[in-house]
């Protein structure tokens, strides 16, 4: 199939940018002004999909969108204006910390009463939650660690190293079976979800798309390397314990093999990680570039400022007995009685 | 994996605490927090049972809390 035809869907839009950025990639319509993109609301449905649009021609693309796309001129313009928008909303309101040592800190405290979405799901999570926070999560789980690649080759000696020994880790340490987006896949299976790179893309909230729109932002901008570093930290940081209490959820709720084994496997990877972040990659990115500190912590609270805010939406949602989605998910396909058999064993092939 | 310099180091005729390199093992301590060894590690443990990681680096526990024992698993965190 030529190359371009393939990829994900073009998502329906969500407001006036959106539409205008899918009319463009269609090659059916004008781009937005960029004034539009100033008077949007920087963290609402409309721009996080049309930024979100802009960032995925770097990774995939989208059916039917030429790949040069990608690098169009007066795309990047408009992309520029929405990165512009969202970008200042979050220096502005991202509560952040007056050194990277209390923000590290911040982190390596674990509270005795958690009340986030990983504490929500393993002590009363139900099977319909975590089938809705995996097709959430996918959005970014799909392409885990490939906004992080970006920042390779704008790191020099130990911080670079270290960077690349986690991030080989995270694509399979060399086995494509083993790479952590394939484990996700996996997961998905489990839950009767649909392992197709975008295919929740519609149906997740703007609170999402912003977080994996921040990625984009601090993998795709040289000038940001330090918030990407910082912000892979906070990722690592509060990933193992958080991936404890997910793992937990997956067994009580009899999720299924692979569903465990993704976030068992996180717990000691991310144990580790988290060590070789702080120690090698921040370390050695501060030995060479001490006037990085600033961003590093920025890039810390503004991830836990988005992270919040997406608890925050999974959480009132759920709290009210609702579906978090913008569109909830087909009912788990019941399977026919031979199924399971076969079903079960691809699942089981990579944790043994 | 074949040609991977850690393969060699896993490997008895180079050695149990040198790589391919001849350069010794490395491991970092730190006073709160887990050993870091580079992998790949094949541990023993008290009842004689052994468990192994290829992992790049290896977390060890040391504070004895890590529901993934010998793995460090952030059990050691402060709690509050
Ligand atoms: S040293 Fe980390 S859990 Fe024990
Ligand atoms: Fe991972
Ligand atoms: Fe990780």
Known sequence: MNDHLRGPLLPPSRGPLSAAVTSYLRGTGPLPRPADAAAADPYGDDLQLALYLCYELHYRGFAGVPPEAEWDPELLGVRAALEQRFGSALRADTPVHDSLDQALAALLVEPVEGTGVSHFLSAEGELWHLREYAAVRSLYHLKEADPHAWVLPRLWGRAKAAMAAVEYDEFGGGRAERMHARLFADLMRDLDLDTVYGRYLDAAPAEMLAVVNLMSLFGLHRELRGALVGHFAEVEITSSPGSRRLAEAMRRTGAGPAAEFFYD?????????????????IGGLLEEEPELAPDIVFGIDATEYLEERLGRRLLDRWGAGRSALRTPLAAPEQPSPEAPETHRHRQMSHTS | MPNDPCDAAADDSAGPAQDAAGRARRISMQRRGPLLVEGPVEIELEDGS??????????????????????CDTSHRRKA
């Open chain 2, 50 to 71: 052994t468990v192994r990681s290829d992992r790049f680096r290896v977390a060890l526990c040391t504070c004895r809390r890590s529901r993934r024992y010998p793995w």
């Open chain 1, 265 to 281: 496997e996180h717990v000691t990877a991310d144990a580790v990680h988290e060590q070789v972040v702080r120690h090698e990659v």
